[in-house]
């Protein structure tokens, strides 16, 4: 006899919970409402999501036990339940407020997009996790997974899959981050920030703050001092144009901010390494040791009346910065460019010169 077929949700959670017979034990049943009181809309009963999946997120002991009340937890509840005391419920989308302590602020569109194609193919395989706003009436607001909430909407989705449990407002803020963090979908400013928030909802120590994250507390200190950067060069991390290692490097730059300013646009004009970076904050700290030395006289280039005219004339011709300097024995142009696309640009209109003075 061919089993039935699981719906997309059940596939899902199947993968990360061990499935179980496919009927409820003996002397098992899902939570019940009181008498004369309607069954909430989308609670599931273990049949929907096999029996193992949807004993875990009802609070049901899938070993024979009694039934673990989805508003009570207790010690053996909270071995079976994860969280303790959740319940799973389908609910409409208008019903779903976000998390305004979501420390996410990027949503990249096609990633986004395909999770929108994916809903629409086989449904949500993980469900939402929110928590009510007030007992007894349908508002709820998002604990975890905003952008699978957001991805369900641009499906067009009816009503969402979600897991309701109570969540204090100190552990809103924790819970998207650790959801965040595990999902690797932060940027390095996203996670300071959010950091920085912890510290200062929980008044905790760094060292306190990373073991209840599961992070070192170098990780976590390290974080938080990007927050300590320029706003031009926070803003060049959060766009992903610097790395949280040219981010760091930069700090370690003593010159101070207008100093990390110049070598964050250098940086990204020459796509500089982590480690040529900190070669170059190194070599930027010992100049002014090197100062009581006074260096050996530099040899000043020649000025000749035009050179500058040549330079006005070709910074105009290739739209960049030309220098024309002359020493004693020979000169040199330089032809500054912003990246490699640039360059060839430059490159592509000297070609294009060269042919017109070649037809002439």
């Excluded at 994916?118 to 993980?126: H, T």
């Excluded at 950091?195 to 905790?204: A, D, K, R, S």
């Excluded at 760094?206 to 938080?224: D, F, K, Q, W, Y």
Aim: hydrophobic share 40%; glycine share 8%; with cysteine.
């Amino acid at each position: 006899m061919s089993q039935a077929k699981k719906g997309g949700l059940g596939r899902g959670l199947a993968a990360l919970i061990p499935t179980g017979p496919d009927t409820i034990p003996n002397g098992l049943t899902t939570p019940t409402a009181p008498p004369g009181t309607a069954k909430p809309k989308g609670l599931v009963t273990p049949n929907g999501l096999g029996t193992a999946a949807a004993n875990v997120i009802i609070g049901v002991d899938p070993a024979g036990a009694k039934p673990a009340s989805p508003l009570r937890s207790d010690t053996q509840a909270e071995e079976l339940t994860s969280p303790s005391g959740a319940v799973y419920r389908e609910i409409p989308p208008d019903q779903i407020e976000p998390n305004p302590k979501q420390p996410r602020q990027v949503f990249e569109e096609d990633a986004l997009a395909e999770l929108v194609h994916s809903i629409r193919e086989f449904g949500l395989m993980q469900p939402i996790v929110v928590r009510r706003l007030e007992p007894g009436v349908d508002k709820y607001q998002l604990v975890m997974g905003e952008r699978r909430w957001r991805a369900c909407q641009e499906a067009g989705l009816e009503a969402i899959p979600a897991i309701v449990r109570e969540t204090a407002d100190d552990a809103l803020l924790r819970d998207a981050l650790l959801e965040n963090i595990h999902r690797v979908q932060l940027n390095p400013l996203e996670e300071a920030a959010a950091y920085q928030q912890l510290l200062e909802e929980f008044g905790v120590t760094h060292e306190e703050l990373a073991a209840r994250i599961g992070r070192s507390r170098p990780v976590v200190t390290n974080m938080i001092r990007l927050l300590k950067l320029p706003i031009p060069v926070q803003r060049r991390v959060a766009a992903g144009v610097l790395s949280a290692g040219h981010a760091r490097a930069l700090l370690g730059l003593e010159a101070g901010p207008d100093a990390q300013e110049a070598l964050a646009a250098r940086i990204v004009a020459e796509g500089m390494s982590v480690r040529a970076t900190e070669e170059a904050v190194t070599l930027a700290n010992r100049e002014p040791d090197s100062a009581a030395t006074p260096p050996a006289p530099k040899r000043k280039p020649i000025h000749m009346p035009g050179l500058q005219d040549v330079a006005e004339k070709l910074s105009n011709s290739f739209d960049t910065r030309v220098t024309v300097s002359l020493g004693k024995r020979k000169g040199k142009i330089v032809v500054e460019f912003g990246s490699v696309e640039d360059l060839e640009r430059i490159v592509g209109l000297m070609q294009q010169q060269q042919l017109q003075m070649s037809s002439e």
